[in-house]
Nanobody, 126 residues
Framework: QVQLVESGGGLVQAGGSLTLSCAAS????????MDWFRQAPGKEREFVAA????????YYADSVKGRFTISRDNAKNMVYLQMNSLKPEDTAVYYC???????????????????WGQGTQVTVSS
């Protein structure tokens, strides 16, 4: 099992950029699919992006496609979320999660996650 710690959140104006990082401890990081989720106040947690363990498969929610980029560095046990053209509706607590590397027809399947981070707040002002 891995332990996850997110960082990089903050306050940014609409149209700005932020890069979130998720640091994983443990030697098995490269075995996991890594996903980003977010949860806005009063709303359910929603999927943002997924990256396979080899980074050969990537998938984004429609709401962030073209603006966000997920990446990983298995040598450093890190996963990143580059966020550009931020909008006020991107305001949320962002979480990374590690789970089984399962895909079907190019889409990440719903899985039981092994680990979640504690979250990092992203606030986009208008």
């Amino acid at each position: 099992q891995v332990q996850l710690v997110e960082s990089g959140g903050g306050l940014v104006q609409a149209g700005g950029s932020l890069t979130l990082s998720c640091a994983a401890s443990g030697r098995t990081f490269s075995n996991y699919r890594m996903d980003w989720f977010r949860q806005a106040p009063g709303k359910e947690r929603e999927f943002v992006a997924a990256i396979s363990r080899s980074a050969g498969r990537i998938y984004y929610a429609d709401s962030v496609k073209g603006r966000f980029t997920i990446s990983r560095d298995n040598a450093k046990n890190m996963v990143y979320l580059q966020m550009n053209s931020l909008k006020p509706e991107d305001t949320a607590v962002y979480y990374c999660a590690a789970g089984p590397d399962l895909w079907r027809l190019g889409l990440p399947t719903k899985v039981d996650y092994n680990s979640w981070g504690q979250g990092t707040q992203v606030t986009v002002s208008s």
